[in-house]
């Protein structure tokens, strides 16, 4: 399999993004990247396996013959698959905690699945995991027990493919950001009065007009934005300028590469001209779009071989373009066309009235089936005072007789008798009638009567 060279990016935003302390007193050529005191800051690239991805870099990163392939690896390493063999050559105690890894994302994707069939009301489906893990692209479905080297090819070719995409969604994002923000600002001013419409308008028009109002923005990537980074940053002499040595300092992480949030942490300055979080003015998520194009910008016009890192020989060759000293002005987002179309808002707003409606139908849904609780819960409520009212009664009837002396009745007032009672009455109803019968039987005479024929 071949996988694309950005898998670098991977490693180094999945590792540590090293902070590097500057001292603002070194000259250029004292200056050099800070190989100790480095303080460790995750990134989470945003993927949903990014967490299983971090950890398998971070274990491979702990055996010194894979991190020495790993420094020495080039574009043709990932492209044969060499790297993903020495995963072979690697320590008995690394392979081990890779399997666990494997085995630990393959539990946490089952959980996943399953909660995703009980939501969909599917639970009498047979569930043939190995089918339903092959969604799954980051690693090898067939073997869910160890990690091996297909899986470190999948997790890094899928990784590289999902972050290309990343960025896209990013702008398509922003986009939707915008669309609401347009839809909601109409639809507050279309609930204001004319007067106070025309106010609203104007203080939002006022605001826009004060948030153009920013310094000169660098183009990103250009000798005069980067000489006001060694300056204002790094406290070095701008006449000192030196790419080589700019390129050492900002290569936090001492990989050789910068990668895109390195590239990023160089546009603060730049960022800082047009956007302040205090101001009402200020939107900090077109702040994070400005970020992003400036990136982007930068990359498409030194990133020569297209892997998403700037190496050293592509950033110097940067330098000799003319387009290093003489760049075009940037344009901010306030200079660019519209981010949205009105035909786009159109479409948006649909959407937004679709779902509105869904979620009208749904909320009215549910006030039935309150409605018809609440109803149930009445009747059942009336059922336990009548039941309660009713040993209530009965209670304090057997209280009153046992007062004044009488049997106990039932629920209808029928008596009712101890069965001790009962036995002594019927003993009682029966004796009288014993005792007939034996004095009848003691007055029958002994003798037959004379009068009565004697046959021989």
Known sequence: MNLDPGWLLLLSMSLEVWSVPLDRNVTPQEAQPPQEDK?????????????????????LETDPHFREKLQTANTEDIKNGRLSKELDLVGHHVRTRLDELKRQEVSRLRMLLKAKLDSTNTQSLQMDHASLLK??????????????????????????KDLENYDAERHDEFKRYEMLKEHERREYLKGLDQEKREKEEKRMEELKDKHRKHPKVNAPGSVAQLREVWEETDGLDPTEFNPKTFFKLHDANGDGVLDEQELEALFAKELEKVYNPKNEEDDMMEMEEERLRM?????????????????????LKSTDKKEFNNPKEW???????????????????????TKEEELGRRAESLRQEQDLLKERG??????????????????????????EGQPPTGPNGELQFHQEMQKLEDQGAKAPVEQEVQEAQNNLPVEPPQNLPIHT
């Open 378 to 403: 009445k009747a059942l409520e009336a059922q336990r005072r009548e039941y309660q009212q009713a040993v209530l009664e009965m209670s304090q009837r057997k209280e009153k007789q046992a007062v």
């Open 39 to 59: 303080q460790e800051d995750n990134v989470d690239t945003g993927l949903y396996y990014d967490r299983y991805l971090r950890e398998v870099i971070e274990v």
């Open 135 to 160: 969604q799954f692209e980051h690693l090898d479905p067939h073997n869910q027990n160890t990690f091996e080297a297909k899986d470190l090819e999948l997790l890094i070719s899928t990784a590289t």
């Open 295 to 315: 990136r982007e910008h930068v990359m498409k016009n030194v990133d020569i071989n297209q892997d998403r890192l700037v190496s050293l020989e592509e950033f």
């Open 331 to 353: 344009d901010t987002l306030d200079d660019t066309k519209p981010v949205f179309t009105e035909a786009e808002l159109q479409r948006f707003e649909a959407e937004l009235r």
